[in-house]
């Protein structure tokens, strides 16, 4: 568990991570443009002030400590490899979702030790929940102002309880089916942003197979989340613990989260990435 989160500075991230949210929500009620970046993903005014208002918190609160965020500018390896402990953002998570406008949109900020994202606040504003974990500490939401405890479970009998599968609204429709198509019975529940591992975390999901592009902004505040609740976030080919800042890129690998290893689920996901 790492000391340096204590619980008077959860309590002003959470504030600050609130308070970008409340800004977000303002460009979300009243209008806004869309841009497409060079990677042919969106970019809207609330990504700009959401990065803005993030940062300015993070520098405010933990001056020594580096900010990468996802509308930063490039940071290359050769700066980042030597950060043992830095914060890594995603200001909008599922710009898609929020274009769109069906709520399922994020604000996530994750600390990374040493690689390991050790604690994370994920903030869905529409749906008026915040999930919060520290690895080797509490782990929580808040809907609607009320705290829950959080607890990934264990996998049911899929005889008795079909295995709950989340998978994207927006991407890798292919290697999902294939990667269902090897389980036993289950459900599926689709959903945008990290949204998704969360649900993992907090026991509403047992599976989440992410087999197409995401970056190390998108899902480690989140993984920090489902490592707190007890569950895990894999590499989908090694079934190693995914890490950050390893390399010059930042894009994961495929990944999957789970509640619990299995042997039926690791070999669907082999199956589906050989497909």
Request: contains cysteine; aromatic residues 8%; negative net charge.
């Amino acid at each position: 568990m790492t000391a340096f989160v204590t619980n008077e500075k959860r309590a002003r991230l959470i504030e600050g991570v609130h308070a970008a949210g409340r800004e977000v929500m303002a460009i979300y009620q009243s209008g806004f443009s869309v841009e497409t970046k060079a990677d042919q993903s969106p970019l809207t005014d609330a990504d700009m002030a959401s990065h803005h208002a993030l940062i300015a918190m993070l520098k405010d609160l933990t001056p020594e400590v580096p900010v990468l965020s996802e509308e930063s500018g490039e940071i290359p390896f050769a700066t980042r490899q030597d950060w043992q402990r830095y914060w890594l953002i995603d200001p909008l998570d599922g710009t898609k979702e929020f274009v769109n406008k069906n709520g399922e949109f994020t604000l996530n900020v994750a600390l990374i030790e040493n690689g390991v994202p050790v604690f994370g606040i994920v903030y869905a504003p529409v749906l008026q929940t915040t999930w919060v974990g520290q690895v080797g500490g509490e782990v929580f939401k808040i809907a609607q102002g009320i705290y829950v405890n959080l607890q990934a479970r264990a996998l049911p009998d899929p005889e008795t309880a079909p295995w709950k599968v989340v998978g994207s609204r927006s991407h890798g429709a292919e290697a999902f089916e294939r990667f269902c198509a090897g389980l036993p019975a289950h459900e599926r529940v689709s959903m945008g942003s990290s949204i998704k591992l969360c649900l993992v975390a907090e026991g509403q999901a047992d599976l989440y197979p992410r087999l197409a592009p995401t970056s190390e902004w998108d899902t480690a505040a989140a993984q920090a989340v489902v490592m707190a609740a007890g569950g895990e976030v894999l590499n989908a080919h090694t079934l190693a613990p995914l890490r950050c800042n390893q390399q010059e890129s930042v894009l994961n690998p495929s990944f999957i989260v789970c509640g619990q290893r299995d042997e039926r689920w690791e070999s669907a996901l082999e199956a589906a990435l050989n497909g």
